[in-house]
């Protein structure tokens, strides 16, 4: 399924309640956008989490959905809340209680890039902010309750696995002395958005598969980890960080020539997860 914000992925049949979400993985950028900035393709780029909607697209034989973002992150984020406004690159916005992502230019409509490169010359109108929210934010986040309702409704829980990637620079930065840098990094809001049974789970799949893991440090969750997880009501939602570095060069924002070879690996995590999860939602179902 098609929409202008997103692309939906259904299984011929669901067989897990583990959905699949990409909102950073979209990669069409308006031509009059491009045109604006002061940045080159590559520059705007450097936040997109590039193929990672190809890397977990095998959850649909999996017989899990996966809903993918069409607009790229810097146009619109899709996992920051839809108020999230940023007065230093919107017109008409109030300064609000300190919000550390706006504060730093990651708000709804980012105002940089990766290494804090300004996406704009100057301000945007408050109607063209609020028009791609409309257009894009809301269908999405719509969209994406629904799958985790119909889930819930199916299965007696809904997972969410929010899939993302991290710049291996980011990781360098926060590695601790004598400490491997993390492959992966689950965040559930330290336990607030997810269930213990749910992270190890995922964890387990992730560390079977040579992949090292840890828990919310330096990604600990952002928006939909925070507005979707409800794990008293059966709600899970784990977002997953890889690190870019294993399967694409970022500089030149393209796949690595083993991509194949480590997008196997994923589907081999896939596998393990939509598998434990359906077998433990049928009992939680009956």
């Known amino acids: 399924m098609d929409n202008t914000a997103f692309t939906l992925h259904r299984p011929l049949r669901p067989l897990t309640p583990v959905v699949f979400s990409s909102p950073h993985s979209g990669r069409e950028y308006p031509v009059d956008f491009m045109r604006a900035s002061p940045l080159d393709a590559l520059a705007l780029r450097s936040s997109e ?54 504060t730093s230019g990651l708000g709804v409509i980012p105002r940089v890039v990766a290494g804090g490169r300004n996406i704009y010359r100057g301000k945007l109108s408050l109607i063209e902010a609020e ?10 986040h719509r969209a994406l309750r629904q799958l985790m309702e119909e889930s819930h409704s199916r299965f007696g829980r809904a997972v969410l696995i929010d899939c993302h990637s991290m710049p291996h620079e980011a990781i360098e930065a926060h590695a601790r002395p004598g400490h491997p840098r993390p492959d992966v990094v689950l965040g559930d809001r330290f336990g607030a958005a997810a269930g213990r049974d749910v992270v190890e789970r995922l964890e387990a799949a992730f560390a079977a598969a040579g992949l090292r893991v840890v828990r919310n440090s330096p ?21 997953v960080e890889i690190d870019r570095a294993l399967y694409m060069d970022e500089a030149r924002v393209e796949k690595r020539a083993d991509f194949d070879a480590f997008r196997a690996l994923v589907a081999g995590v896939i596998e393990e997860v939509t598998a434990g999860f359906a077998g433990g939602a049928a009992l939680a179902a009956e």
Request: proline share 8%.
């Open 131 to 140: 028009a791609r929210i409309t257009r894009l934010w809301h269908p999405y």
């Open 49 to 102: 989490d590039a193929f990672v909607d190809d890397l977990f697209l095998h959850a649909v034989t999996c017989g899990a959905p996966l809903i993918a973002a069409r607009a790229p992150r810097a146009y619109i984020d899709l996992n920051r809340a839809a108020d999230e406004l940023d007065p230093a690159v919107i017109e008409g916005i109030e300064r609000a209680p300190h919000n550390p992502r706006v």
């Open 219 to 239: 990604f600990a969750g952002a928006y939909i980890a925070q507005a979707y997880g409800r794990p008293s009501r059966g709600f899970h939602v784990v977002q």
